[in-house]
């Protein structure tokens, strides 16, 4: 089996102050606001968990999952429901909590169908966001890093269901 040491991209440190941040600013903009927020499965687990604690104002929270990977680092063009919301969001102030926004496509879709069921607002929060390979325009309101063209693991992110525990956000280097 192939071995991979994996380089430090985002310190533990550098995400945690940069959450810290992103959780000031969500308290302040939901000013006497209640929010439901979607964490996307799987990727979003532990920035979820981490800004939700960050944020100071009443809410819900509700799990998603979609995928578009499969097992590799191409997206595959179509985004699938794995999962959905349990909740009616009807009227509801909606934080999308996501990893990262790759192509868009993921939150260009996950946006359409929520826009359907009539929310009031609907934010996005991404820890990540890789701008080179944007393909579909995505309004991103609470941004962690804008990271480079580069397949990041760590932090809740995966390559092939592995490496999500890592507490920093890492690269793949073969071989060393
Ligand atoms: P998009 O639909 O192309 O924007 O891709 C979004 C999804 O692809 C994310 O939620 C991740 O699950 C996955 N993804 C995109 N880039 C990476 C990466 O560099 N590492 C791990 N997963 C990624």
């Given amino acids: 089996m192939e071995m991979y040491t994996p380089e430090v991209m985002i310190s ?24 439901v927020v979607i964490c996307v499965l799987k990727g979003a687990f532990i920035f979820c968990s981490d800004l939700i604690k960050k944020i100071n104002r009443p809410m819900t929270l509700e799990f998603i999952s979609l995928s578009s990977y499969g097992e590799g680092t191409q997206s595959s063009g179509n985004v699938r429901l794995d999962m ?5 969001v009807e009227g509801k102030n909606v934080l999308i ?9 993921t939150i260009k879709t996950l946006m359409a169908m929520l826009a359907l069921r009539g929310p009031k607002d609907v934010r996005l929060a991404s820890l990540l966001y890789k701008p080179s390979k944007l393909k579909h ?3 991103i309101d609470y941004l962690g890093f804008e990271i480079e ?28």
Avoid: S, W
């Avoid at 959905?84 to 009616?88: A, G």
């Fill in 149 to 176: 063209d580069k397949f990041v693991i760590g932090y809740g992110l995966d390559y092939a269901g592995r490496y999500r525990e890592l507490p920093y956000i890492g690269v793949l280097n073969a071989g060393n």
């Fill in 12 to 35: 533990e440190e550098e995400i945690a102050l940069r959450i810290e941040a992103l959780g000031q600013a969500i308290t302040r903009d939901f000013d006497g606001e209640e929010l």
């Fill in 97 to 105: 909590v996501e990893d990262i926004v790759d192509t868009g496509l």
């Fill in 137 to 139: 325009k995505v309004k």
């Fill in 84 to 88: 959905d919301i349990t909740c009616n």
